[in-house]
C-alpha cells in the first residue's frame, strides 16, 4: 500500500477512529450493538488483507498518527466475546499476530515502533530514539494483553510468547 489510499469499494469502514474509542465506544458497542462492531472489525481485516497491517488510524491509506496500535484490542476483544468466530476470528489473529510479533517496517505507520526494544527489556526504553516511550509500553503492553486473551480462546497460546 506504501500509504496510497483504497479504491471507494474497498471493506475499510474509515470513518471509525481508534484513538480512546477503544477503551469507550467499542467496548460499548460489543455489548449494545455486536453486530455494528463486527461490521467495524470486518472492515479493518479487510485493510490488513489488502494492505498487509492493520491500521493505526483507520482512514483510506496508512497514517503515522498512533502510536500504539488500539484495533488489536478492539478485535481481540471482539474474538473474546464472541463477535468474531469461525473463519473472522481466524482472520482477525492473522492480523492480531502481526501486529503483535513483526517488527514494523520504518516510517512508524503500522505496526509497533520500538517492538524489538519492548521484545528485549519488556519496555521501550527512552535512550533508544523511539519517541512516545512510555505510552508506547503502555500501549503495547495492553494490545499485549487483550491478544494473549484471544490466543487463548483461539487455542493459539503457543503462538502467544509474550506474558501477559
Known amino acids: 500500500m506504501g500509504g496510497a489510499s483504497l479504491g471507494e469499494d474497498s ?20 455489548l ?17 488483507k489488502e494492505g498487509g497491517w492493520l491500521p493505526k488510524w483507520a482512514s483510506p491509506g496508512y497514517r503515522d498518527s498512533m502510536v500504539g496500535t488500539y ?8 474474538i473474546v466475546k464472541g463477535i468474531l468466530t469461525g473463519q473472522a476470528a481466524e482472520d482477525a489473529w492473522q492480523a492480531l499476530a502481526k501486529d503483535a510479533y ?3 517496517p520504518h516510517g512508524g505507520s503500522v505496526g ?16 533508544t530514539g523511539v519517541s512516545d516511550c512510555v505510552s508506547r509500553t503502555l500501549d503495547f503492553a495492553h494490545a499485549d494483553y487483550a491478544t494473549a486473551n484471544a490466543a487463548d480462546l483461539l ?6 510468547p509474550r506474558p501477559r
Not at 475499510?12 to 477503544?22: D, N, Q, T
Not at 449494545?32 to 490488513?48: N, S
Not at 509497533?112 to 535512550?127: A, I
Request: aromatic letters at 14%.
Open 11 to 30: 471493506p475499510w469502514r474509515g470513518v471509525s477512529r481508534h484513538a480512546r474509542r477503544f477503551r469507550t465506544v467499542y467496548p460499548l458497542l460489543a
Open 102 to 104: 513483526t517488527e514494523a
Open 32 to 48: 449494545i450493538y455486536p453486530d455494528h462492531l463486527k461490521w467495524i472489525c470486518e472492515g479493518w481485516v479487510a485493510a490488513f
Open 71 to 78: 484495533g488489536d484490542v478492539v478485535l481481540a476483544e471482539a
Open 155 to 160: 487455542g493459539k497460546a503457543p503462538d502467544a
Open 112 to 127: 509497533k515502533v520500538g517492538l524489538s526494544h519492548y521484545d528485549r527489556y519488556g519496555y521501550v526504553p527512552e535512550d
